[in-house]
Each structure stands twice: as C-alpha cells, then as structure tokens.
Nanobody, 118 residues
C-alpha cells in the first residue's frame, strides 16, 4: 500500500523561505512523475511544480524563479524549496506521485499547511 507523508509546512513571514518534503513508502518502483499542488480556501487545487523521471521540471508561472522542486529517487522523496514567499502562497500543499504500476496509479499526501503572514 502506497503512503505519502508531507512535512515542512508552517507559518512564515513574507519574503521568507520554507522547504517541504514528501516521503513515499510502498510500491513506488514505477513512479514517473512527482509533483506538488496547492489549494487555497475557496479555490481549486492547482499545480505548483512537477519533476519527471528523467529529471525535467515544470513550474506554474506564479512560482517560477522562487520555488525549486527536486527529488531523491533512492528515498522516494520529493522536495519543494520555497523562497521569497508571498501572502498569496498561503495554501495547503499536497504532493502527488504517478506510477505506471498499477496503470494509472495516482497517489496523494494528506497535505501540509503553509501560511505566509506578518
């Protein structure tokens, strides 16, 4: 059974930094995409960043130049380094792993709250 556990959220002042981590356990040998999404109150969940198995990355325009996604395949862990945080970055952040086995495997963490406020 696959389980994703996020950590690293919290309260930070505008301009500050946080590093999120998402550790996966279970049958994740066929993971080909790891990603971070976020959902603010009253809004839909949106993509923040993706990292593909080959190492290429994709970022939402609103985080380009501020956030960096990385991964440690040996640990089944994906990270999100968030710098220059803004109040509008306040949201619950979720990690997501997509696998080929089983076909269409799509797993989510429980979410971690990030609050940017002075």
């Amino acid at each position: 059974q696959v389980q994703l556990v996020e950590s690293g959220g919290g309260l930070v002042q505008p301009g500050g930094s946080l590093r999120l981590a998402c550790a996966g356990s279970g049958s994740l040998f066929s993971t080909y995409v790891m990603g971070w999404y976020r959902q603010a109150p009253g809004k839909q969940r949106e993509l923040v960043a993706l990292i593909i198995i080959g190492g290429s990355t994709n970022y939402a325009d609103f985080v380009k130049g501020r956030f960096t996604i990385s991964r440690d395949n040996a640990k089944n862990t994906v990270y999100l380094q968030m710098n220059s945080l803004k109040p509008e970055d306040t949201a619950v952040y979720y990690c997501n792993f997509k696998t080929r086995v089983p076909p269409g495997g799509d797993y989510w963490g429980q979410g971690t709250q990030v609050t940017v406020s002075s």
